[in-house]
């Protein structure tokens, strides 16, 4: 049965997927022709996708909050200061030339790459650790379609473009020429398990953090709200 399936399944690739293929190259996709697809700017993915400004940097929208479980204040552990829905989803454009600022929230915050260009998140944790990890399209270069953010730990991002080179430290931090942030931006989705509550969200002073980590003095200037 095995070697018959094993059989069956080349058998199918071999003789349907060039056909599939060629005929998506031929059309592109949405029937454009390859070459010359569309890209939309910042703008207008912020005019469809109804995004507006997130207090910590970029653009958002809330598009699911999960009511079907509630959960109550008293059910979570202390840092958890209001009631709350078991969990949420948004959609987060960052454009370049912006940052989403330094914060942390008590759960786990997992981002979804989209579109546009690669996007870094940096994190800091309580014991001085720096860690930083590119999300995006180019698995081969180590960039990753999905991550999650511990709970509890200071957090930016930035578009990944917009610094020339680094030390993965947080020692050096070389900020790369200006781009048009109507063509060079990210798009990501963001899920928060229990739900993102505004009123957890605490941003972070650069001076308390130069205190964790003064090795990584330099992101924590960049990432960290003026």
């Not at 190259?25 to 949405?30: E, F, L, T």
């Not at 029937?31 to 700017?41: D, H, V």
């Not at 790459?113 to 590119?134: A, N, W």
Request: some cysteine; aromatic content about 12%.
């Amino acid at each position: 049965l095995s070697l018959s399936l094993s059989t069956h399944l080349t058998s199918y690739y071999i003789s349907y997927w060039p056909v599939r293929l060629c005929s998506s190259v031929a059309k592109g996709v949405g029937g454009t022709k390859m070459g010359s697809p569309s890209r939309r700017s910042a703008s207008e993915v912020t005019s469809m996708l109804e995004l507006k400004p997130h207090p910590d940097g970029g653009f958002y929208k809330e598009t699911f909050r999960d009511s079907s479980i509630s959960l109550a204040k008293s059910q979570l552990p202390p840092q958890y200061k209001v009631d709350r829905s078991i969990s949420t989803a948004i959609y987060f454009l960052l454009p370049s030339g912006s940052v989403a600022h330094l914060h942390r929230i008590p759960c786990a915050e997992t981002f979804h790459f989209y579109m546009g260009e690669p996007i870094t998140v940096f994190e800091l944790h309580d014991d001085g650790l720096v860690k930083l990890t590119v999300l995006g399209p180019d698995l081969g270069a180590g960039q990753l379609p999905q991550y999650t953010v511990p709970p509890n730990t200071w957090f930016g991002a930035f578009p990944s473009k917009d610094v020339q080179s680094y030390s993965p430290d947080g020692r050096s931090l070389e900020i790369a020429p200006k781009r048009d942030p109507e063509q060079h931006y990210s798009l990501v989705g963001v899920t928060c398990a229990p739900a993102f509550q505004f009123e957890d969200n605490e941003v972070a002073a650069s001076i308390d953090l130069f205190a964790l980590a003064p090795e990584a003095k330099p992101f924590i200037s960049y990432l960290a709200p003026q």
